[in-house]
């Protein structure tokens, strides 16, 4: 089966930097992404890792550790249109299998 | 370049209807998904096309559920006869097919919300 954890939600300060955790139990692994969804729309793409490692772009980053079978989106410098759900989705095939995701609420 | 389209964006119906909604991909996307989202759970995967094929259904419910991709351009996903369970946000993604050495991103659609009463 397909397992995959997030926290439900998180509360952060506009400017600050915010963490947020995945960790997940699949059959197969290919990748995992991190999608932001706002209320209403569409999923939109943030990031992709394969190996292990870091992956930076500008204000978001993603760590992977395959052993640990965890990952995290790390978001610095918070601003108001950061409050969305954030999806942590894994590849184990052609399909992608989703998290919960998490709620994140920027205060100012 | 416009993205993935969904229609309708809400649909309200009852119990034993017929709904079908539709997915409009990316031009040139030849992978195209649907997944699920039902209150409170995760997104979930319900099949994947690869042009008018059906790579991969494990995700239907049931059999009342009948997607197609006829001429591998849109799709359709209709439920017959809907239930109070089938309600949720129907989203809909495609990709290109770039090989299994590079990752595919999967656009997704703004989805459509079903209502069964």
């Known amino acids: ?108 | 370049e416009a993205g993935v389209t969904q229609f309708p964006s809400h649909s309200v119906i009852e119990k034993g209807q017929t709904v079908t909604l539709r997915c409009d991909p990316i031009s040139g996307h030849d992978n195209l998904y649907w997944y699920r989202r039902v209150m409170g759970k995760e997104i979930k995967f319900l099949l994947h096309f690869v042009k008018e094929s059906k790579q991969d259904e494990s995700g239907m419910p049931n059999n009342r559920f009948l997607a197609e991709r006829t001429g591998g351009t849109y799709s359709t996903l209709k439920v017959q006869p809907a239930e109070l369970e089938d309600s949720g946000v129907y989203f809909c993604a495609s990709s290109q097919d770039l090989g299994r050495e590079v990752y595919n991103e999967q656009f997704f659609g703004p989805g459509t919300r079903l209502t069964v009463l």
């Not at chain 1, 300060?13 to 059959?27: K, L, M, P, R, W």
């Not at chain 1, 610095?76 to 998490?102: I, P, R």
């Open chain 1, 1 to 108: 089966g397909q397992n995959i954890d997030q926290p439900t939600e998180m509360t952060a300060t506009e400017g600050a930097i915010v963490q947020i955790n995945c960790t997940y139990q699949t059959s197969g692994f290919n990748g995992l992404f991190w999608y932001q969804q706002h209320a209403g729309e569409a999923p939109t793409f943030l990031s992709y890792n394969v190996l292990d490692g870091l992956e930076e772009k500008g204000r978001f980053s993603s760590f992977l550790s395959r052993s640990k079978g965890y990952s995290y989106l790390l978001l610095k410098e918070l601003q108001m249109k950061d409050s969305a759900s954030y999806l942590c989705a894994v590849d184990s095939g052609y399909a992608l299998n989703f998290g919960k995701g998490t709620s994140l609420l920027v205060t100012p």
